[in-house]
């Protein structure tokens, strides 16, 4: 195979795609034929997606095995994600003398009015959180576009004072507003 612009690099940068990767050829999957004509390529293969989540569920495993966390969900985009990767987790703990206790709590974020992203961020199921107290928490997230999103929740979770704050998602780094000073 040619040279390909998938690679995985540092633990933590994780996958990076370059702008200009064409994707690879429809010609290699099978997809339902509902899809056939709104799809031109397939950028990230589901068995890539797969095996990211398992390295993902075992770095969280090295950092956090033997201490409980509580997940934190964050839906509607990140349910999927959240399921795989809390499986993984679980089925590691299965096959090792060390576990996590976890416990999953689900939120969700409203943000935009429409389409249109709004200044305001909506935290559903966030109402009480004290929880989180004294906790490791993990929030699990489909996509970070801005950050700005991010930087909100993680705002309101610290208000809770729990012991520590990580976050999984997909991050989307060209879209990152950086801080100007």
């Known amino acids: 195979m040619a040279d390909v612009a998938v690679r995985s690099v540092r633990r933590s940068v994780g996958i990076v795609m370059n702008d200009d990767w064409p994707g690879y050829s429809l010609d290699l999957f099978s997809y339902p034929a509902h899809y056939s004509g709104d799809l031109d390529c397939v950028f990230i ?11 993902l569920a075992r770095n969280i495993m090295d ?5 409980d966390i509580v997940v934190l969900c964050v839906l509607k985009g ?4 959240c399921a795989d ?9 299965r ?3 060390r576990t996590i206790p976890m416990r999953v709590h689900f939120i969700r974020l ?11 961020l909506h935290i559903l199921g966030a109402e009480d959180l004290s929880f989180l107290a004294g906790k490791n928490v993990l929030i699990v997230e489909a996509i970070v576009g ?23 998602g997909l991050d989307r780094e060209e879209k990152r507003e950086t801080k100007k000073e």
């Not at 990140?78 to 994600?81: L, P, S």
């Not at 990767?85 to 703990?93: D, F, M, N, R």
């Not at 700005?148 to 729990?162: D, I, N, W």
């Open 45 to 55: 293969p589901h068995g890539v997606i797969m095996d990211r989540t398992e390295r």
């Open 146 to 168: 801005t950050g700005k999103t991010m930087k909100t929740l993680l705002k309101h979770v610290e208000a809770f004072r729990p012991k520590m704050i990580k976050v999984a």
């Open 85 to 93: 990767l809390v499986e993984g987790i679980k089925a590691l703990s």
């Open 63 to 67: 950092d956090l095995g033997d201490h």
């Open 95 to 97: 096959n090792s003398d």
């Open 110 to 120: 409203k943000s935009y009015l429409n389409d249109q992203s709004t200044e305001d």
């Open 78 to 81: 990140g349910y999927q994600f």
